[in-house]
């Protein structure tokens, strides 16, 4: 078994060592918006849980292969390195087909998302959580109503309410509503929330097809430098020396005018 080049096996490891990295970012960066989405109580309305745990498992998964390379590289290990090949193949073809069908479907994003919130409508006649949940997005985002502050009917929720140092930000406006077959006037956020929820998803889902990406990028890097690797550590096949010779057709023989001449008389 030959010994593996020097300089590729440092680019190998180097090259674990960023994978290592890119699974530790992926899994602080869910638990960064795990934090941050529970502040602002939008999780079920995001769909959070399952969108965290495919981040969770994609750190997770990373670290680990990064670690079987590693190992395989340093102790040279064909086997470990042969199932890192198939890992790097099979999270090529995956990655790639993800990120090219989150590409794809990127522009119906919003369309979907309308369709799915306009279910709710109108809000005051939703479910209890719902607009529990509405009610937690309205105050961290300071915003009323998903597409208009009538999506509440005449129900407008404390949530909407605005304070003087708001209003004077310019971030409010006046309502009528009646209540009680009387009219009264509301201060309420002037902005709606579908569009700044549209915002946060839509970065999320660059985020995350970046993520997707980036990961299929190392995984073919890592399927040619395995490879490589492997090729090398194969055993050595000994070149044969080929030695021409020429076969002996014609034995000296003296000429025949010397037989002539050395002949007795």
Not at 13 to 42: D, E, M, P
Request: glycine share 8%; proline share 5%.
């Amino acid at each position: 078994m030959t010994q593996v080049n020097v300089c590729l096996k440092r680019t190998f490891t180097f090259f674990n060592i960023l994978f290592a990295i890119l699974g530790a970012l992926v899994i602080g960066l869910a638990l960064g918006s795990q934090a941050v989405s529970r502040n602002h109580g939008a999780g079920e309305l995001e769909g959070r849980t399952t969108g965290l745990l495919m981040l969770y498992i994609i750190g997770s998964v990373t670290m680990m292969i990064a670690i079987l390379g590693a190992y395989g590289a340093h102790k040279e290990n064909k086997g470990a390195l042969i199932a890192f090949l198939l890992i790097m193949v099979i999270g090529t073809l995956i990655m790639l087909k993800t990120g090219t069908s989150m590409a794809i479907s990127s522009p119906q994003i919003e369309n979907v998302m309308e369709q799915k919130f306009r279910s709710l409508l109108p809000l005051d006649q939703s479910p209890e959580s719902t607009q529990n949940i509405m009610s937690s997005v309205q105050t961290t985002l300071q915003c009323c109503g998903l597409f208009s502050y009538q999506d509440w009917e005449n129900n407008i929720p404390s949530s909407c309410a605005c304070n003087s140092e708001q209003e004077m930000e310019g971030n409010c406006r006046t309502v009528n509503y009646i209540e009680l077959l009387q009219y009264h006037q509301k201060k309420i956020f002037r902005a709606t929330c579908f569009p700044i929820i549209m915002h946060y998803v839509g970065m999320a889902y660059n985020i995350y097809m970046a993520v997707v990406f980036s990961l299929g990028t190392l995984a073919l890097l890592g399927m040619v430098l395995s490879s490589v690797i492997i090729h090398q550590m194969g055993p050595k096949v000994p070149r044969t020396m080929m030695v021409l010779s020429i076969p002996a057709v014609f034995s000296p023989q003296p000429p025949k005018y010397q037989e002539l001449y050395n002949s007795p008389a």
